[in-house]
Each structure stands twice: as C-alpha cells, then as structure tokens.
C-alpha cells in the first residue's frame, strides 16, 4: 500500500512540476508588421455547425475575412456551446481583456451580462443579438445589436408552402414560442393562410432547442396528419428534416441552409447573411465608432436571401408569386405578421 | 501537544481525503493524450487552464462565482446523501427558486431592501423545498424511488420555466419591441446582492453560501434532526430499531436538498443575472453532485471541492477560447475526473479498513 | 377534444407510441438486466450517445446498416465495460459514477462527431418492412406490422429478457446475486462475473437504442440527441418494477403520451406548448405513486459486493 502512495505521490509532483514549467502561457510573439489585424471574437449558444443560428454568424464572419485578406488581416476567436450564461460572461470579459477590437455576444440570453461588462471596457466594441436594444438609454455607447426579421422569410415561405401543398396542410415544427422561433412561425403562419384561406396550419413547439427525437416525432406527427409541406426553426431540426426525407414529405428552412441533411426534401430556405452586418460594424469600429447601432436583416437589405434548392423543382408560377411577395415585403405593401395592407 | 497516534490519526485522515483528489491528475494525463491528437500542445493547454481558473483576478472571481451555486446545490445533496437518498433534481429545484425569486421581488418591489432580499432569498428556497418535497413526501407515502421522481421534476420544472418566461412572467419590453426573448424583466435593484469588486461578477452570495456551509455542518454533526437524518443514512434498519421514522428524515432530507439548491436559484437571479433567463441553471443540478462528491459528502469539504470543481470548469473555458479544441473535449475530461474520483475512493475505503482492523 | 378521438388520430397514437417506445425499450430492458444484479447504471444516456454516433459513423462509411448496428453494440459493450470495471470491481458510488460515465460519452461522441463527420448528414436507414399476412389486417396491420426491424427486435427483446432472467439458471443467478450476493457468493455463484455480464449486457442494449435512433427513426447523428432519454429508461426500470412486462408497460405509457401531447397540439386544442410537452413527466409520476409501494426493489441495488464483507 505504501508504494502505491508514495508511486502516486511521485506521479503528482511530476504533472504539476510539468504544469508549473509551463503555467506561464507562451507570449505571443508575433513578428511586429505594419498594420495590426482586426480582432473579432464571438460567443455562441449552440455550435459553429448547427445548421442554424450560429453557424450562420459564424459564415459569414469567415466570409467577411477572406475579404479581408485573410486570417493575417482579420483574426476570429470563438466560443461555442456557451449555454451557460455566466461562462458565456466570462469569455466575453475574458475576449475584452485580451483586447480584442469587436466581441460579439451571439445570443439573446447574453445581452443583461453584456450591459453589466460593456461599461467596464469603454475601449471595446461589443455587439450583440437578437435584439434591438444598444444599451443606450443606460448610457451604454460602445454596444451595437442586430436582429433578422425572420417573418419576413417565414412569410415567403409559407406563401410558397401553402401553394405547393397538394393536401392543404402545413407543418411548424418550432421549439420554443419566443424570440426569432416566435418571429419566424407567425410570418409563416400569416404567409400561409393569405396565399391559400382554407389552408391549414398545424404547429407544434418540443419545448427545446436541442431536442432532436422529440423534433422528429413532431415531424412524424404532422405527416401523420395529412402535412405534406414542413417547416421548423432552431439546431434541432434535423430531426425533423431527416422524418421528412424519409416520409416524402418537403422542408422549409431558415436560418441556414439545410440541403446536407436532406438534399432532395429541402425545397427553399430563408438564409440569413450577416456579413452586411459585420462589414458595417467592422467599419465603423475602425473609423472609432464603437456602437450605439441597431441593426436589422431584411430583404430590403439583402441580410435576408430566399435560396432555392436546385433539386426540388418548383414551378415557375409559384416563384414568380414568392417574388411578388418578396417585393411586396420590400415596399411595404405587405406586413409579414398579418398580410397585405389595406 | 498532540501525541504522535494523534499525529498519525490526522495524518491518516488527510491522506484518505486527498487520495480521491490524486485522480484528477491521472484524469487530466489522459485528457493530455486526446489533446495532443488533436494537434495541440497539452502542456500549453494545461498551462492556461490553471492560469485561466487561479492564475488572476479575473480568473479566479469567476471561479468562485461559479463555486456559489455549485456549494448550495452540493450542499443539498449532501444533506440527501447523508440522509440515504439521491437528489438529483437540483436543477429543476434550481430553476423553481430563481422562478419565484424573480416573480416574488418584482412583484413587491416597493418593500426596502432589508425585507426584500431576505425574503427573496427565503422564498427561493421555500420553492425549493417543495419542488424536493414531492419526490420526498412520494417516497415517504408510497415509496416512489426519489431518481425517478427527481429527473420527472427536472423536466416539468424546464417547462414550468419556458411557459412562464414567455408568457406570464416575459419582460414586457420584450413585446414591445417585437423581439420577444424568454426572459423575465429586470429586479428591482434592492434585491441585488452587493458586488464584492469592481468590474467582476462576484457577489455577497458566496460569503452566504460560507456561511450556509457552516450552518449545514453544525446541522448535521450538533443537532437532534441532523444526527438522525445521518442515522437514517447510515443504515436505515438500525434507525428504524432505534424507533427513528427512516421515512419521515429521508423525506426531510429531500425537502432539505431541495432548499438550498432553490436558494441557489435565488442567488444566481439576484447575484448573478438580475433577472430571470432561459438556460439558468447551466447544468448546476449535476454538477453540483460532482461537487459534494469531491468534497466527500461533508458540508466543509464542499467548500475547497466546489472552488476547485468551479475553477476546473472555468479554467477548461478559458484553455477551449486560447487553444480552439473542441469544447466536447473538456466535457470527456470532465467524465473522466469523476469516474477517477469515484474509482480512487477505493483505495481511501481499504486504508481506512486496515487501520481500523489493525486498532 | 372531440377532435382529438378520431381514428386516423388514435392510429396515429399508437404507430409513433410504438416507434418512439423502442429506444426506450432497448436501453431500459438493458438496465433491467444490470439492475437486477444491484448495478445502478445511471450512464445510459452517454451509452446511447456513443451506440449513436458509432453505429451512424459506421453505416456510412462501409453502407451497410447491419455493420452499423454491430458497431453501436460493440461501443455499447466497450462503454459497459468501463462501468463494470468502475462499479464493480472499483465498488465506486454508482449513482456518481452513472453521472460520470454520462458526461464522458456525451463529451466523446460530440467530439468524435466533430473530428470524423464535421456536420450532420443523413442516411438512409432501416425501412419498413410489412410482416405477410398479419401485415395486410385493416388498421391493426399499419399499426403493429408494418415498422422497421429494429422496432420489432425492441418487442421481442421483452418476452426473451423475461424468460432469461425468470426461466434460466443465468437468471436465477442474476437475481440471487442482486437479492443477496453474499449468499449467491457462498453458493459459488461468481458474483463479479455475474455483473459484469448484466452491465455489459445492459451497455450493448444501450448502444443498440442509441444506434435504433441514428440508424431506424431519425437517420442522422447530432449532439447530445438523445437528450435526456437515458435517464427516462433508468427511471421505466423502476416504473416497471424491475419486470420486463412491466417495462414495456412503462414505455407504451410514456411513449403514447408523448405522441398524444404532440397531437393534442397538431390539432389546435388550446393548451399551451409547454404544459402539453409536460404531460408526460407529470402522468409518470402520477402512475408511480398508485405503482410505487407494489414494486419490489433488488435488496442489493446500488450497494457494491466485495468478499469477506458482514
């Protein structure tokens, strides 16, 4: 017993003279060049390939630093999986004592820490989202929020659901009734019910964000009854995707496109495309604006895009129809949570 | 002068509560392989873990930030453990707390601060009480095994959260604007707890959850209630002879766990977040039965186990944003540490057992 | 509510009750077994988890779905290995090392899924095949005989554990062993193999429930799917009062609520979401107390046998 004590003891001093030897993190030693790269780092709730909300950010971040020249020219740190919101915190505290130029928080559920950190690193750009909300009336400045006004796309594509639907039912399988889920639901409930009146729409919530069986049950479900057109918001809906590509039935996406999973059962998808975001915010930094900026994705925009897949044909009339809707959008003759104005 | 068996007796004991503790390193050798796999330097990542959890200010605040809930909640299930049963629905019990903390204090946000927050923080756990108390007063009455019931209470308690976070209990300036996040509206401020430093998140509810520990020890070791309920926990045949009702401690003891992991839940909304939030609880409920466990079920070891467990999960964040592994990775390291702690105890067990037949 | 007893949705009821009871069943008859012999395996989760990923890693590399469900058994096995060696021969708390070995195959699936596969795809998994015959009877025929074979196996797995563990000398030792192990051990019964058997037994069952989501009802891997099903086997184990019928009871009870609560909301009846995904947990519990005092726990449950102990 003895020896094993005094192995183990031996084993211990060893790892921890290993760790002490090297406790002190290797500076950076970075050859000096002439222009500093540009610093981002975000953190994220689910991961950079959930099909969804963070990969799409985390896209078209990459996008927006190839344009920059490059990892050299435009450096991105990220967290991911950063469910925890007090971790989330400290990696966003952390990012802006490491002095990172612009730190974005990527999800709703950080913004209270953000406005508690922000005041402490006046120097930093933060940004975050979903949500409108800068901080501003806190006297917060170097905060910028942005938001994709999902209905939009949700709208558009219940349009074009509730016209392919050859048995006049839909299916929404959400995840939880708040934020962009709720958003994206009802415009594709009102899209759906001002293209076709009689059309029906069923829509379940799992009550998850993660829960890809019960997500796919749901799907199951929907078929079950009569849907042959679906459509769901958040990371788990590959459940959902996959009963769909089994059953025959079709998908609508949003957030990011979700071809991989079902190549030939994703029929369009509303994609959100941050970089006219990032571009705008890496700008302003640069310029020394360090926030006080909402932002918006919309079709107007073009933070919002419709992307057919090549695969699924649909026909030409139907759209041309999601065009009109499309434009109707983008001139205000029709509001996506209710339907065309008077 | 101590004489030198009570040296030895002290000794022993202090070699049998760190033996447990040496699994961590074995764990982390193991981690340091899969790292090295991954094309990244193990010592370098290693390094930033512990300099990331002890190595500053920041570091170790969040730290002890995170090792507030985690000694609530390992406190309760320490008090369930003792008692013989299993408690893990420290996060529905959790959620329950910061859910009736927040509806509470935003609902008589005109009391001063001195009848406020103590009520919050007593209401918290009140809820909790009773989110444990169904699965104790079940298996008291009827003899529903408690992990059963708790992980039920777990998913009904999420729920619970969901439905009123976006309806009854949502932020209305959530509606207003249209954005519509499942979040509750700010408490007043006289229920924040006071920060203890500038520019960190720590707050006066880790000098509580001190306190807490001492109380529960002194509970648990200097009470009628808290002698039996360890009685009871022991070996609930000899309690039963000895005329103690094993049925009415064991749901005592649930009651009890279901308490402090609800004061928990009221800590992390007036400490932490100063509202309630989707996703609060962080997977608390579990790891804090880690925490007990490394504290080997004693209400003081809770404290240097729930630091180091906290540090451990902090430090590991900040070795994922330097090194960009995968943060799966720290979750097998993390499965790894218990199984070796679990595994390791082992050895303390026969040590103890040796002596003991040795006199 | 009328809505809701209509035949195409009370057909609908039991088909997806009896697909979605079938993970369930793999991992709970599974426990069953490991249980029986006072091993509380709490890491059933993390099992599936890794029966999932390699199951589906392996079925679409070599295209073939047999191999696949090989390889989830075989990762099932290795998974209860580690927590026989854990709880067994190491007598650690089970309840913890259960909690361990769930975070370990979370952790390593996810990150195995990363490294080998990046992003979720799917596959096509096992199909339908309608049993002749039994399968062309009205309604009954849709409902019970036209599923995939992964879900008839989770049927028929029940009558088989039950003979095993009441009508075979291997049974017989398993719940000696779980009743009494020291007196199981004076009889000469080995009772370290004995449990080791079972949680290994138990492990390879796991991964097959895991394997019968990423490779019979969902057709792809993604992190963390199971979500929480591993812990609702464990608790179908208590809920069926440690008998396989009572299992499959336990089961068809949760899975066919789960499925109602779905249609309850297809069909607009007006509760909200959350409370209707609620049901049931709320109606397990509910079940448990008119079930919980009949239920008769292995004396040995969760207490770690070492020889020459009492």
Redesign the interface.
Known sequence: ?KK??VR?AL??AL??L??S??????APTQPAQEEKPFRVAVVM?S?I?D?AFSQSFFEALKKVQEEEGGPSKFEI???????????A???I???A?QGYDLVIAHG??Y???LS?IAP?FPETAFAWG????TFQAQGINNVYAY?AESQEGGYVLGTIAALMSKTGVL?VC?P????DA??FVDGFVAGAKNAKPDIQV???????F?????M???A???I??GADMLTGSS??V??A???A??KGAYWFGTQWEQT???PETVVATQVFDWTIVIRDMVKSVRAGVLGGKAYTLTFKNGGLKLVYNDKVPVPDDIKAKAQETIDGIMNGTIDPLSGPKQ | MPSKTEYSRLLNRTIEALLPLLAVPVALLIGAVMIYALGVNPLQAYGTLFQGAFGNVSGFTQSLVKATPLLLVGLGVTIAFRGGVINIGGEGQLIVGALAATAFSIGFSDLPRIILLPLTLLIAALSGAIWGGVPGILKARLGVNEILSTVMMNAIALQLSNYLLRGPMIDPAEIERGTQIAQSDLLPQAVWLSRLMPRTLLHSGAILALIMAVLVYIFLWRTTIGYRIRAVGLNPDAARYAGIPVQFYQALSLILGGAFAGLAGGVEVTGVHHRMIEGLSGGYGFSGIVAALFGKLHPLGAIPASVLFGGLLVGADRMQRATQVPSALITVILGLVVLFVVSSEIWARRRARRRETRG | MAELFTLPVLLGIFYSGIRLATPYLYAAIGETFAQRSGVLNLGVDGIMLMGAYTGFYIAMKTENLLLGLLGAAAAGFLMGLLMAVVSVSLQAEQGISGIGLNLFGLGLSTLLFKVTLGGVESIRGFQPIRIPLLGQIPYLGDIFFNHNLLVYGAFLLVPIANFILNKTTFGLKVRAVGQNPQAADTLGVNVTLIRYTTVCLGGILAGIAGASLSLALINLFQENMTSGMGFIAVALVYFGGWRPWGVLGGALLFSFVNALQLWVQVKGINIPSDIAVMMPYILTIIALTFSGRRARQPQALTKPFERGEN
């Open positions: 017993m094993i004590v183990i084993l211990v790892v921890s290993l760790l030897a090297c406790a002190q993190p290797a709730p991961t390939t099909l740190a990220y967290s991911e999986g950063m469910f925890n919101v007090p971790d915190a400290a990696a505290r952390d990012y004592s709703s559920q913004g209270t820490s508690q402490d979903t949500s409108l909300d938001q299916g959400g939880v009734n708040a934020g709720k958003l069923n829509v379940t919530f799992t009550g998850s993660s829960d890809v069986s019960l796919a049950s749901a199951e479900t929907h079950a009854a990371q788990s590959v459940g995707i996959g009963v590509k089994d991989p999973v079902g």
